[in-house]
Structures are given as structure tokens and as C-alpha cells.
């Protein structure tokens, strides 16, 4: 099964910057899920996740990232001018299909550094490393319906909105619908799909 690859240095943008976690971000991801009590239930988790939990998550992404199961990435600062290595959000790669060439990409960013392009920047950078390094045809995005700072990120980075899958998941013992947006290598490359 093929495997992602190590990023060496970040991906870098203006808008953002992606390098894999570390364990030094682990105060930050924590300080996101305190500054927004909601964030776990956006991300589909029971409760926000613990330090030791994402101690061994940490410890466990390179052998994820071998097996081809999937990459965590950090969001940093723009590449210009910041020099900046503070986690600002998170970028998730899962849910990988490598019959299809297809993966799953979901993604938050902290309360403080919402509204400044880092999560249009952060898609864009992992949606592009997917579809060219990594040799995916798809990259899919799922997001609550009403979601909307979600959607424009992912439609500044080229993501298409695709429509609504009625009760597609199960959110803490209910049916939730979700809202899908792609991008396919023919949106990089201009052609057909």
C-alpha cells in the first residue's frame, strides 16, 4: 500500500503554511478546544480530546502516515514575514481510498486566527499536496450544512460544493445531514475528471 510522504520543509503559502504535528502542539490544540467549547462536536468527537490522548496520536502519525492510513498536518502562520512555528489549526487527512486515489480532509482552525485566510490557505496547501505529491484523484471535504465560514474557506482554496447527503452521519446518536465539496485533480489541472 503506498504510504504519505514526510513534508520536509512546510508547505508554505502567503496564506499559510502545513508541517506535520508535533508534539509541541499539543498546548494549542488544547487551547482551541477551551477558547471553543464546540469545536470537538465540529470535528465529530464525543467530548474534547485529553493531553495524553494527543500525546499518543502524536506518537502514532508517522506509523499512520507509513501505513497510508493518514497524515496529520499543523497550520502555521503565512510564509511571509512571520517565522512563526505556533500551531494555529489543524489539517486531517483520513479516510483514504487508495483504489480510488481518493481521501477524506478535514480541518479546523483556532478561534483567535479565524477570519484571516489561514483555513482558504491551509485547504488550498493540503488539497494541492493530496492531488500532485501524494497521486490522489479526489479529495473530498464534509461539513455540517450550515457550516459556513467552512464553505468559503474551502471555495477560496477551489473546493466545489457538491450538495447535501441527507443523514449521512451519526453526531452523538442522531442522523446529521452533510454538506460535500471536492477537489479533483482536473480542478489543478484544468482538464477533464
Avoid at 84 to 103: I, K, M, N, P
Avoid at 106 to 128: C, H, K, N, Y
Amino acid at each position: 500500500m503506498p504510504s504519505f510522504p514526510d513534508l520536509g520543509p512546510p508547505l508554505a503559502s502567503p496564506a499559510a503554511q502545513l508541517r506535520l504535528v508535533a508534539e509541541r502542539d499539543i498546548p494549542e490544540i488544547l487551547v482551541a478546544h477551551q477558547d471553543d467549547p464546540r469545536l470537538y462536536e465540529s470535528l465529530a468527537l464525543d467530548r474534547p480530546p485529553s493531553g495524553a490522548e494527543l500525546g499518543r496520536r502524536v506518537e502514532g502519525e508517522a506509523g499512520e502516515r507509513a501505513a497510508g492510513a493518514g497524515a496529520w498536518l499543523t497550520i502555521l502562520d503565512g510564509a511571509e514575514g512571520s517565522g512563526s512555528d505556533l500551531c494555529r489549526g489543524q489539517a486531517e487527512v483520513s479516510d483514504v481510498d487508495w483504489d480510488h486515489l481518493r481521501a477524506g480532509l478535514s480541518i479546523w482552525v483556532a478561534p483567535a486566527d479565524r477570519g484571516r485566510g489561514l483555513g482558504a490557505g491551509a485547504l488550498a496547501l493540503a488539497g494541492r499536496w493530496l492531488l500532485g505529491v501524494c497521486g490522489m484523484m479526489r479529495v473530498e471535504l464534509f461539513a455540517a450544512p450550515d457550516n459556513h465560514a467552512l464553505a468559503s474557506a474551502a471555495a477560496s482554496a477551489g473546493f466545489a460544493a457538491e450538495g447535501v447527503l441527507r443523514g449521512y452521519v451519526r453526531v452523538r446518536g442522531r442522523r446529521a445531514d452533510a454538506a460535500v465539496l471536492s477537489l479533483i485533480r482536473a480542478d489543478l489541472d484544468g482538464g477533464p475528471a
